[in-house]
């Protein structure tokens, strides 16, 4: 269906709500994610989190966004499993009791543990097997009154070293969050919350609750975890505006560069270029940006950064950096080697003049001088691949020592567009995807089966929120950037065009549909059915390949009634 050339004109007030949206509905909606004004996954309309977000597996820091100081940041990881179930078998107690879900927990949720000792020197661990690095082991402990067991510690094991020891916690009645950082050079075999040196007494109980373990030298917000690792949501912000986006859902994406820090890894190739590691601060604060010079000979002059393994006719890959100038006016990509077929493209830092050339090179600004550039190439042939920069916006010329480049963050990926940067320290890193979804009572609770209206306000392109059915193949009400909004029951579909829009709304009710892209309505469907759903997709499609946004998500907000036609234009104006 075509939006038609109409414009609202008409303002709904509904005052004393504090919330411009719900005063320009008129009404207060059952369900409002508010991901970019309160970077969380609480529901304004009830205070709850209703929103069950994942991101397990994956390796440690390869989950990154933007954060509001322009900066860089990585997402929390839990490597811990059963966080909140200390009777689960990933956790073996010793001379000691867990019972879950018997205490209040700093949550409000009756999901903390019990754990009561059956003789001294009680204890709880969970095996792990992680890398070397430095490590930061946290849990929530509350102590009961009366009870000898409250010189507790935290302890980690390294695979070499033996088991380290965090000093002895002070506990009290309250709760608290303890947290032991400590180095393991030689991995990481287990974590254990110890009554140690012979104390404690049969009968005596303390409360855990959230215990996490992060590749961190800093205690991370808690992430709750199941039968796998989990990663925190990640809330972006505008690279040098710091302006916040709100909620980032991205599909799983593998860094295929080895070492996207280091210019100097023996495998990259380095034509007439002077590499030095380490020389400026990069884009996520720390010093580990590199400078690469041009040598004084009439050549090309670039990092080359080969690829392990051989990419694919046919496939789409995007490269992508971060750069900032060191004296150099310019910045060029090339595709290079068997397998592309010289792409490229190139910006001017003086003139500002970006030529896309033919890899649809882009420029993004970040944060202190830095930018991230792009280029899109689809593989020649199946063979090897080595995406370059150049610090100039040339092939060949008589290099200039003083007109460097600062580099850092390599990435190249498979698909047209890059996603957020995947760190890489000797072999490629995936990233796994961004699972958001509401089901069960906390769907139940908002949803209304009969009739709604469904806002969403995002940037980028891909799925919003996709209400449908376990049962059904494709019974849903979909809103998504770039493509449609639809309502599918069985046969009967109501859709409506295609746009990039930011703000949408699509209104339901049986044989009444209609939906608005930034104040323009549609033609009302006057024959579409409603499907009956059980559960919604948030920033994903899981039917018919499990594409993803590739933006943040501002807002999602649904009202239980099917708003009319003019309201639709007043919201998304």
């Known amino acids: ?100 879900n018997t205490a209040t927990a700093p ?40 009870n000898s067991t409250n010189n507790l510690r935290l302890r980690v094991a390294d695979a070499t070293l033996g088991v380290l020891s965090s000093s002895v916690l002070t506990l009290a009645t309250e709760w608290q969050r303890f947290q032991y950082t400590v180095a393991c050079p030689n991995g990481i075999t287990q974590v254990r919350i110890d009554a140690p040196d012979q104390t404690g007494a049969a009968g005596d109980v303390v409360y855990l609750w959230g215990a996490q373990l992060e590749q961190s030298s800093t205690v991370g917000e808690y992430v709750p975890t199941t039968s796998t690792i989990n990663s925190a949501p990640r809330f972006d912000h505008d690279p040098t505006t710091g302006e916040s986006l709100g909620l980032l859902v991205e599909e799983s994406r593998t860094n295929l560069l080895p070492v996207s820090e280091d210019v100097t890894f023996p495998s990259y190739q380095r034509g007439e270029i002077t590499p030095s590691i380490n020389t400026a601060v990069a884009p996520d604060g720390s010093t580990t940006a590199d400078t690469i010079a041009p040598t004084a000979v009439l050549t090309e002059h670039f990092i080359g950064y080969t690829t392990p393994s051989n990419v694919t006719a046919g496939t789409t890959y995007t490269f992508s950096a971060f750069v900032k100038p060191n004296g150099t006016d310019s910045v060029r990509i090339r595709f290079a080697f068997t397998g592309f077929n010289n792409e490229n493209g190139s910006h001017n830092f003086t003139t500002g003049i970006t030529s896309a050339g033919n890899c649809d090179f882009q420029i993004q600004p970040y944060a202190n001088g830095w930018y991230r550039i792009q280029g899109t190439a689809v593989a020649s042939s199946t063979g090897a691949a080595q995406p370059r920069i150049y610090p100039k916006g040339l092939n060949s010329w008589l290099g200039v020592p003083s007109e460097a480049l600062f580099v850092w963050g390599a990435q190249l990926e498979e698909d047209s567009f890059p996603t957020s940067y995947i760190p890489t320290e000797g072999t490629t890193v995936t990233r796994a995807a961004d699972v958001a979804s509401i089901s069960g009572a906390n769907f139940s609770s908002w949803y209304r089966q009969d009739e709604g209206t469904v806002f969403a306000e995002a940037n980028g392109s891909g799925p919003l929120i996709i209400p449908r059915a376990t049962a059904s193949a494709v019974d849903r009400i979909q809103l998504v950037i770039g493509i449609s909004a639809v309502v599918v029951s069985g046969s009967v579909q109501a859709g409506f065009g295609n746009t990039t829009a930011a703000k949408r709304v699509l209104a339901y009710k049986a044989n009444n549909t209609n939906m608005a892209f930034d104040g323009v309505t549609g033609v009302n469907d006057t024959s579409c059915a409603i499907p009956s759903v059980d559960y919604a997709t948030i920033g994903y499609l899981d039917f018919g390949g499990a594409t993803r946004n590739n933006g943040a998500i501002k807002r999602i907000t649904f009202w239980p009634q099917r708003l009319p036609d003019e309201t639709l234009q007043t919201i998304t104006q």
């Open 107 to 146: 949550n409000g949720k009756l999901t903390a543990s019990t754990f009561t000792a059956t003789d001294i020197d009680p204890y709880i661990f969970q095996t792990v097997s992680l890398p070397a690095g430095t490590y930061t082991f946290s849990v929530y402990i509350k102590a009961k009154s009366g």
């Open 1 to 100: 269906m075509r939006l038609s050339g109409t414009k609202a004109t008409a303002i709904h007030q509904y005052r004393g709500l504090g919330n411009q949206l719900w005063d320009l509905a008129g009404t207060r909606p059952s369900l409002d994610l508010q991901f970019s004004e309160s970077k969380s996954l609480n529901d304004a309309a009830t205070g709850e989190n209703l929103v069950n977000h994942t991101r397990a597996g994956g390796a440690a820091n390869a989950a990154t966004y933007v954060g509001s100081d322009g900066l860089i940041k990585t997402a929390t990881t839990n490597y811990l499993l059963w966080s909140e179930e200390f009777e689960n078998a990933a956790w073996t107690a010793i001379r000691a009791n867990p019972v879950d």
